[in-house]
């Protein structure tokens, strides 16, 4: 089983679009073909991202996250990611996924440049379901 870490804006769009590759992915999750990974930081952040007042008019904070969290694999917070990246704020989950050798999920593909990945692989919600998808058939 693949080890993903999913950047908030996969929890946020999983909740707001019931329909869509975020929402698949987050039940592949829950249904327990994809394991998670999280860390203190990490945690913080989907908790804090869920609460704003702005996401209250979708039903905010999802009922799965507590569930998500819980099964996650949690590890210690990584150390400080050392490459440069366009948005600081997103580098502990660069250096999570390295650190546990998981993939890091995301719809802000911009915001983990090749060049700043240093050998994490980093993928939309769409293109790591269509991955699951070709393993699963054993293409």
């Known amino acids: 089983m693949r080890l ?14 019931i329909a869509g590759p975020p929402a698949r992915l987050v039940d592949q999750v829950l249904l327990g073909l994809a394991q ?19 996401f209250h ?5 999802p009922p799965w996250l507590d569930y998500l969290i819980a099964d ?10 050392p490459h440069s990246i366009p948005d600081p704020k997103n580098a ?10 998981a993939w890091l999920i995301t719809g802000n ?20 379901l269509s991955r699951l998808a070709e393993s699963e058939s054993g293409v």
């Open 72 to 81: 996650s694999l949690e590890l210690p917070d990584p150390p400080r990611w």
């Open 109 to 128: 593909l911009k915001h983990f440049p090749r060049s700043a990945r240093h050998g994490v692989t980093v993928l939309s919600p769409a293109d790591y």
């Open 4 to 17: 993903i870490v999913l950047d908030t804006n996969v929890i946020v769009s999983a909740a707001i679009g």
């Open 57 to 61: 008019q979708y039903g905010f904070p």
């Open 92 to 101: 502990p989950f660069l250096a999570l996924a390295k650190i546990a050798g």
């Open 36 to 54: 998670t990974v999280t860390s203190t930081t990490v945690i913080a952040e989907y908790r804090d991202v869920v609460r704003r007042e702005k």
